[in-house]
């Protein structure tokens, strides 16, 4: 008989199968379902950063599965991202989300010798967008080149499997002096991680925090908790340097302190009580990091926490019903509402708690190493 993680990955594996084909139809990447459609990317087209999350859904389901459909299509979408390569202009230092989960992942399930040759074109991107001050450049507003963030700790491992595959540091070194500043910079002392840092582009001094995604500036930001633990966490396992463990850590002791007692995940730590603002893909995400920090640590605790907050999402989040075709509920892009979504289903979510999913079943290819 099967346990519930194995039931629910089975029929996530079932409804996505129902519903990519309207996907594929359409000629587009999915960015969320609303009213029972897929809908593309609300930004910068398959530029957007989330691009890559929909393919890497579908080589998770080709991972435990082993069905041509999931990768056909995984296959799809990443010709629309690659296409992006020629466009460039709105390519950011997100094209670690992007890339990792659709050629990265390509390469790695398949061998294939484009895809990997592409990711290292992806991974050469990102080098272009490093800044010898000490870190990586966010976005490309003419207002933000000094501007850095947290999500991109989860970037970073397209420049550390460059370094393995080419033998060339340079990619690893520029990660490291990343990791570096984010360690110094955006590490609170009490665990907690801030979202945007400015820098002065010329000399990398420190020049202001700036409120994001969160609720304030000085708030806590819950997927920026999540990205950060598990960037951390994938950045110890890409270089063995303790101090990313132990950063992972802090982050991981204070995002299990702010978990509702439903196991959902607050958008904001800091965000006022009267103010219900959920956002579930946080809690996917960290539950991803958690189990991965309890292979690094031998620290069941960490699985322990992991568990809680995948049974609080398939217990109260998850619309297994035709009616929408996404699965995760509660999804929530950026706690000022900026057209993007809030409290509906977003693709990411969806990956992260397939992700975690596959962790507990056994079946993840680990698609972000
Ligand atoms: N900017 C990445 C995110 O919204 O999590």
Redesign the pocket.
Known sequence: MQNRYQEAAERAAEKFRRFVPFASKAGMIPYKSEKGQWIPSPYDGNSW?TGGFWPGLMWQFYAAKGDAFYRDEALRAEKLLTDEFRTFRDLNHDVGFMYLLSCGAHAKMTGDEQARMDTLHAASLLMGRFNPAGFIRAWNNPDRVGFAII?CMMNLSLLFRASRETGDPRFSNAAIVHADTTLREFLRSDGSVSHIIEFDPQTGNRVREHAG?GYALGSQWS?GQA?GLYGFTLAYRNTGMERYRHAAERIAANFAAHIRPDGLTDCDFCQPETEERIDNIAGAIAACGLMELEKDTGNKTYGETALRLVDGLLSHCCDWSDRQCGLLTHCT??YHDDGAGRHTNITYGDYFLVEALAKINGTDPMLWL
């Open positions: 950063w999500d995604q997927r990205w892009a950026s």
